[in-house]
């Protein structure tokens, strides 16, 4: 099932299409704007509100995290400082109508205290303690580098390893995504961001565990598509 197309051409050809279909990417959740904008990640304001979203994330739609932090933007709580001055009780009662609101409460309040004693940039900046937190894995790790510290970093995913195998009609893991689009993009931070707003797009729009392939943007670049659904 393979196909004649390189994976760095493959990138260069995604990067068009994500450039040329910003609408789909904004219905999904994506603003492609400035490149050191926090906006990208649905028009957040802040590195804070950032944050808080990725724990508040995980197990949770994120119409309900929005509207969490929209309620914490008008009581002015949508500050790491802020929410690390109050008790695990005091932050369930914010976040009620997130899932397993405890548990993130608490996860919360540790990232919060943590941020306040190290600093936010130092925290991005050291992989390792970033990823130590609980509640943050290598995905997200990676994304709030890329996101927040506007590090040159392509964030490990599911939807990076299912996409670019389907494409590219070979098996690729999460870490061989990573490992082809650094090598491909390199540093440029703007595309970096673009594919993976992009990516994440076509994963929570077409290309499911099962795919919706005849409605997908990328069905004629697809090797699954051409050997598997058309065959």
């Known amino acids: ?16 299409a994500f450039e040329k279909n910003k609408e789909l990417l904004r219905k999904a959740g994506w603003i492609v704007t400035d490149v050191n904008s926090y906006e990208w990640w649905d028009n957040l304001k802040t590195a804070d509100e950032i944050l808080i979203s990725s724990i508040l994330v995980q197990m949770t739609k994120w119409e309900i995290v929005k509207k969490t932090i929209e309620k914490l933007r008008e009581l002015n709580l949508n500050r790491l400082d802020k929410i690390a001055e109050l008790s ?8 009620k109508g997130i899932n397993f609101y405890k548990t993130k409460a608490r996860r919360l309040k540790k990232l919060a205290v943590i941020v306040k004693e190290k600093g936010l940039e130092n925290l991005l900046k050291d992989e390792k303690a970033l990823k130590d937190i609980e509640g943050i894995g290598d995905e997200t790790a990676e994304a709030l580098q890329l996101f927040v510290a506007n590090l040159p970093v392509f964030p490990r995913s599911t939807y990076a390893s299912r996409i670019l195998s389907r494409l590219l009609g070979e098996e690729i893991s999460k870490q061989e ?24 797009t076509i994963g929570k729009t077409y290309c499911f565990s099962k795919p919706k392939c005849n409605s997908c943007i990328f069905k004629d670049l697809c090797a699954y598509y051409k050997h598997v659904v058309k065959s």
């Open 1 to 16: 099932m393979k196909t004649s197309l390189r994976a760095d051409d493959l990138i260069f050809k995604l990067l068009d």
């Open 88 to 95: 695990e009780n005091e932050i369930e009662e914010l976040i």
């Open 177 to 200: 995504a990573k490992k082809i689009v650094e090598n491909t993009i390199h540093d440029d931070v703007y595309k970096l961001k673009l594919l993976h707003a992009g990516i994440v």
